[in-house]
T-cell receptor, first 113, second 109 residues
Framework: AQTIHQWPVAEIKAVGSPLSLGCTIK??????LYWYWQATGGTLQQLFY??????VESVVQLNLSASRPKDDQFILSTEKLLLSHSGFYLC????????????FGSGTRLLVI | GDKVKQSPSALSLQEGTNSALRCNFS?????VQWFLQNPRGSLINLFY?????KENGRLKSAFDSKESYSTLHIRDAQLEDSGTYFC???????????WGSGTKLIIKP
């Protein structure tokens, strides 16, 4: 069975500090991977997607970057956090190819102060 | 304007009653997914739909691509059905989902 794991569960960080969030998918080869951001009480906004190792496409620019260093790993990062980065970050995967259902990780809550 | 309009934005129901949520699409959707976000924030995939209907226990969902809408019916609502329901549409296989704004559902005993 496939599992998706996000880390950390929660973070409190200072404005201007760096950030790295991680996502690992086990039990599935070559998945499509996605990063989403959700403001408190808001809808989901897709940030990035990746359909293969080493390739990441940006959907929305929020002064964040993403990388896929391994087939099963997706990293979201920034060198300088803004207050507006606060929120809930979710990683998801879907089957290789287009048009399949998404499975989400349990998310990371980020508070920037 | 919104490409995916979800209604209602909030709904409060007595346990045991039925409800219907709806999403209207202003552009061509190829697939639709329905999710439940629980109070801890976890997103649970309820349905993945190409045009047609699916049923799972007390939940039933339909997607009509010609009329550009999707519905989610909850029968005999239970307390654990509480949470925020989102629909999300994929258009043209571009690895992006367009999300509705959610329906916050509260089930009262």
């Amino acid at each position: 069975a496939q599992t998706i794991h996000q880390w950390p569960v929660a973070e409190i960080k200072a404005v201007g500090s760096p950030l790295s969030l991680g996502c690992t998918i086990k039990g599935k080869s070559s998945p499509n991977l996605y990063w989403y951001w959700q403001a408190t009480g808001g809808t989901l906004q897709q940030l990035f997607y990746s359909i293969t190792v080493g390739q990441v496409e940006s959907v929305v620019q929020l002064n964040l970057s993403a990388s896929r260093p391994k087939d099963d790993q997706f990293i979201l990062s920034t060198e300088k956090l803004l207050l507006s980065h606060s929120g809930f970050y979710l990683c998801a995967w879907s089957q290789q190819g287009a048009n399949s259902d998404y499975t989400f990780g349990s998310g990371t809550r980020l508070l920037v102060i | 304007g919104d490409k995916v309009k979800q209604s209602p934005s909030a709904l409060s129901l007595q346990e045991g009653t039925n409800s219907a949520l709806r999403c209207n699409f202003s552009i061509a959707a190829t697939t639709v997914q329905w999710f439940l976000q629980n109070p801890r924030g976890s997103l649970i995939n309820l349905f993945y739909l190409v045009p047609g209907t699916k049923e799972n226990g007390r939940l039933k969902s339909a997607f009509d691509s010609k009329e550009s809408y999707s519905t989610l019916h909850i029968r005999d609502a239970q307390l654990e059905d509480s949470g925020t329901y989102f629909c999300a549409a994929e258009m043209d296989s571009n690895y992006q989902l367009i999300w509705g704004s959610g329906t916050k559902l509260i089930i009262k005993p």
